[in-house]
């Protein structure tokens, strides 16, 4: 199962829209017959395992406390109106994150539990890449520069697997690529795309050229050819989604293979990037293409959208500075918005038509720290500092440690900045590329327990 982990997470369409998302997609009802199968084989395996600190459970526990009293305590202020899903769908949607989370914490338990089961993990995710490389990311690709030549395929690919927004004009060509000429891979948005190649594959890519492992033979000291081929895929990919997400996953990813490489690669990629960086530079001062790329997806980004995404980051900032312990909660954040977002950043349709009735969450750090507030973020920080503590002091230095290890430390780099933005942060695809390294340290350990015992 460690190979298929990642490739069921990307499928995210919803069946319903009757009960929360985390429970009506296709790696709900994988993971959960597959630790059904496994908790009914073996079932005092999992309740004799320590999966969970006491620390986390305390954690978690305040959390759910913390959510309940701010809920009541804003029903009291707000009652319900239409910037709210209720206290009942508020805290119904609270808990199937967690829900969600825990899900894939015990997946993970049951599949990986060996080297060999990392592994595996590894390569099934480069293959899954591969695979919707070729039928997903070319064909839209190649759309999105006007070149029709697989716009049937695309368009059924849309239909069958990819999830809508309920935006009729943005699928009036048959689909959101042919419409918009982005492409979106299986997600919603080129923005969640991006922020998917860039925590699921992008860091296992990066470990693997540093490293010099070979996906293919599972073997080190190897040219990782299909390591660089993957790297132009998602590169090309950031590029013509056009998204600010992407373009700054382009920038991290420079700066990645510049300054935490060495020796020649390090060299290599230095004068490529200097090469790639005067092309760019005199292209945006002399070629009009370039010169409105980069204004209208990084530089300088208007309409109505890039203002409401400002303003509302701006007011999450805001709702966050003004209850910095424990955030206002997950219910009822829409209010806060409405009152500390710009007046400026108001005066759009789309504002009036959509944010006016609920307000959106379109940082999604800003909506971390202004739902739960520091007391609930400082935690995490810590939790990602003991991570690469037990890396550097509690396992054994070997090759693979390495590479997991550097792999961690890009995903955290790519999590943590991207999650300025908005993109699908707490789906399953993502919380397995931040669990795996958790999983792997925790059987690492164990294993090292047992021989010294």
């Not at 017959?33 to 908790?39: C, D, K, M, Q």
Request: include cysteine.
């Amino acid at each position: 199962m460690s190979a298929w982990l990642v490739f069921f997470s990307l499928f995210v369409k919803q069946v319903t829209n009757a009960i929360p998302q985390p429970f009506t997609v296709l790696p709900f009802f994988v993971f959960l017959v597959y630790i059904i199968f496994n908790f009914s084989k073996d079932p005092k395996r999992l309740l004799k395992a320590k999966l969970f600190q006491n620390k986390i459970v305390l954690y978690f526990s305040l959390l759910t406390l913390s959510e309940i009293i701010l809920l009541i305590w804003n029903y009291s202020k707000f009652g319900s109106d239409s910037q709210d899903f209720n206290v009942l769908g508020s805290f119904v949607g609270f808990a199937s994150t967690l829900i969600c989370l825990l899900i894939v914490y015990i997946a993970l338990y049951y599949a990986i539990d060996s080297d060999l089961d990392l592994l595996r993990f590894i390569r099934g995710s480069m293959l899954c890449l591969a695979v919707m490389g070729v039928l997903v990311l070319v064909p839209q690709l190649l759309v999105s520069i006007g070149k029709n030549y697989f716009i049937g395929w695309v368009n059924l690919v849309d239909h069958v697997v990819i999830p809508h927004w309920n935006i009729p004009s943005d699928y009036t060509a048959g689909s959101y690529v042919a419409t918009m000429k982005r492409a979106n891979g299986l997600e919603i948005e080129p923005a969640f795309l991006a922020g998917q190649l860039a925590v699921v594959f992008l860091p296992w890519i990066l470990s693997a050229i540093k490293h010099h492992f070979s996906f293919i033979k599972n073997e080190f000291k190897k040219m990782p050819y299909e390591a660089y081929l993957l790297l132009l895929l998602i590169l090309a990919t950031f590029a013509l989604a056009k998204t600010t997400t992407g373009l700054v996953a382009i920038a991290l990813t420079v700066l990645i293979l510049v300054f935490d490489f060495h020796g020649r690669l390090q060299k290599i990629f230095i004068a490529f990037s200097i090469i790639g960086l005067a092309a760019v530079t005199i292209g945006y001062f002399t070629i009009g293409s370039i010169n409105g790329f980069l204004n209208g997806y990084l530089f300088a980004k208007g309409g109505q959208s890039a203002s409401n995404r400002s303003g509302g980051t701006i007011g999450l900032i805001m709702t966050f500075l003004h209850y910095p312990l424990i955030g206002v909660g997950n219910g009822y954040l829409g209010h806060y918005l409405i009152e500390y977002v710009p007046r400026n950043s108001k005066l759009n349709t789309e504002f009036l038509w959509g944010f006016s009735h609920h307000y959106s969450v379109l940082s999604d750090w800003g909506g971390f720290l202004a739902q739960y507030g520091l007391l609930f973020f400082l935690p995490i920080v810590r939790k990602v500092r003991e991570l690469f503590y037990d890396f550097n002091n509690e396992l054994e230095q070997d090759n693979l440690s390495l590479l997991v290890k550097d792999a961690a430390k890009y995903t955290v780099i790519m999590y943590g900045i991207l999650a300025i933005f908005d993109f699908n942060w707490l789906s399953y695809y993502s919380l397995i590329s931040l669990l795996v390294f958790v999983r792997f340290v925790q059987y690492r350990i164990d294993k090292k327990q047992v021989v010294k015992s």
